[in-house]
């Protein structure tokens, strides 16, 4: 068993934030920001997706955490950061909070790499064209997102693509029904919509346990405010920086369609990855792959070298 994996049973805690921090996003909403590791070390950011919290993480901070400065962070209404209002759910919000948490936790000039899942690949995907992004993205990684058409490319109802089937899984993201405590038939249900059918069970409880604490409010809101109105293609072209992308190739929510048109667009995509058999919970449900990615790309971007061709940076992750 990989050191990575190694756990006290099948629900240890969570790693323990050396610091906590509150940024303060454009319009007031507080963040709640955690940094794990040595202070000087190389660092990297972690933006989780829709109904997450930094709780997600849990496999990439143990693993990263002994050797570089991990940043995670609870998306506004998520785990620890306050619920906001209706119209507080928006791509120009996942950017402006992405924005806060670097001014906040990195030092003027730091660099950083960035990964994102889902909403997280979406708030870094939103934010690529603002300054401090600029200022503090070295590279980034952008595990099973999208960047538009999430409604009509999802998988998880089993039907042709059409109108029928696009409206029936509008009202099943955007649903308001409670999802109550976690139980086998929840686990079946969300095995099916979010993970690859081999999954590790003690894997499915641990995102079901995750899922389950997000406030409906919060689901909710995300859903109908930003998922199913997304469009951040003109985004992605202004993403600059270094940027790899994976994706479960049993992917429901966001399919490798959608991987595919955003590495075609991206100007400096260096390495794509489709994981055989994973589903939309890449970083719970493959986390050695999602965590040699995020260290492959600290150890070129962050170690100085800005002069790297485009053809080394094809083979450098």
Same mark, same amino acid.
């Given at each position: 068993?990989?050191?990575?994996?190694?756990?006290?049973?099948?629900?240890?805690?969570?790693?323990?934030?050396?610091?906590?921090?509150?940024?303060?996003?454009?319009?007031?909403?507080?963040?709640?920001?955690?940094?794990?590791?040595?202070?000087d070390?190389?660092?990297?950011?972690?933006?989780?997706?829709?109904?997450?919290?930094?709780?997600?993480?849990?496999?990439?901070?143990?693993?990263?955490?002994?050797?570089?400065?991990?940043?995670?962070?609870?998306?506004?209404?998520?785990?620890? @950061?306050?619920? %906001?209002? #209706?119209?507080?759910?928006?791509?120009? +919000?996942? !950017?402006?909070?992405?924005? *806060?948490v670097? &001014?906040?936790?990195?030092?003027?000039?730091?660099?950083a790499?960035?990964?994102?899942?889902?909403?997280?690949?979406?708030?870094?995907?939103?934010?690529?064209?603002?300054?401090?992004?600029?200022?503090h993205?070295a590279?980034?990684?952008?595990?099973?997102?999208?960047?538009?058409?999430?409604?009509?490319?999802?998988?998880?109802?089993?039907?042709?693509?059409?109108?029928?089937?696009?409206?029936?899984?509008?009202?099943?993201?955007?649903?308001?029904?409670?999802?109550?405590?976690?139980t086998?038939? @929840?686990k079946? %249900?969300? #095995?099916?919509?979010?993970?690859?059918? +081999?999954? !590790?069970?003690?894997?499915? *409880?641990e995102? &079901?346990?995750?899922?389950?604490?997000?406030?409906?409010g919060?689901?909710?809101?995300?859903?109908?405010?930003?998922?199913?109105?997304?469009?951040?293609?003109?985004?992605?072209?202004?993403?600059?920086?270094?940027?790899?992308?994976?994706?479960?190739?049993?992917?429901?929510?966001?399919?490798?369609?959608?991987?595919?048109?955003?590495?075609?667009?991206?100007?400096?995509?260096?390495?794509?990855?489709?994981?055989?058999?994973?589903?939309?919970?890449?970083?719970?449900?493959?986390?050695?792959?999602?965590?040699g990615?995020?260290?492959?790309?600290?150890?070129?971007?962050?170690?100085?070298?800005?002069?790297?061709?485009?053809?080394?940076?094809?083979?450098?992750?």
């Amino acid at each position: 068993m990989s050191r990575l994996m190694k756990r006290t049973g099948p629900a240890a805690a969570p790693p323990v934030a050396v610091r906590e921090l509150t940024a303060v996003s454009a319009d007031g909403s507080r963040i709640h920001v955690e940094l794990h590791g040595p202070e000087d070390a190389p660092a990297v950011v972690l933006a989780h997706g829709w109904t997450c919290s930094t709780h997600f993480w849990a496999a990439q901070i143990r693993d990263l955490a002994g050797d570089h400065r991990v940043i995670a962070y609870d998306q506004r209404g998520h785990g620890r @950061s306050p619920a %906001v209002a #209706r119209d507080g759910h928006s791509t120009e +919000a996942l !950017a402006d909070d992405l924005e *806060a948490v670097l &001014a906040t936790a990195l030092a003027p000039g730091t660099k950083a790499v960035l990964a994102g899942h889902s909403m997280g690949g979406m708030a870094i995907m939103a934010a690529a064209g603002r300054p401090k992004f600029a200022e503090h993205a070295a590279a980034a990684l952008l595990c099973s997102t999208g960047s538009s058409r999430l409604v009509d490319e999802a998988l998880v109802v089993p039907m042709r693509p059409g109108r029928i089937r696009t409206r029936l899984t509008t009202s099943i993201l955007g649903s308001s029904a409670p999802l109550g405590p976690v139980t086998p038939l @929840s686990k079946r %249900v969300l #095995r099916y919509a979010t993970m690859g059918p +081999a999954t !590790a069970p003690e894997r499915v *409880a641990e995102c &079901a346990r995750i899922v389950h604490a997000c406030p409906r409010g919060t689901r909710v809101g995300w859903a109908v405010g930003v998922l199913e109105e997304l469009d951040l293609d003109a985004s992605v072209g202004q993403l600059s920086v270094p940027t790899a992308v994976l994706v479960g190739t049993a992917d429901r929510l966001t399919p490798v369609v959608h991987t595919r048109a955003i590495a075609e667009a991206l100007p400096r995509c260096v390495d794509v990855t489709e994981l055989p058999g994973m589903g939309h919970m890449t970083p719970v449900e493959a986390p050695e792959a999602v965590n040699g990615l995020i260290r492959s790309l600290a150890d070129v971007y962050l170690d100085g070298r800005s002069d790297i061709s485009p053809k080394a940076e094809e083979q450098a992750v």
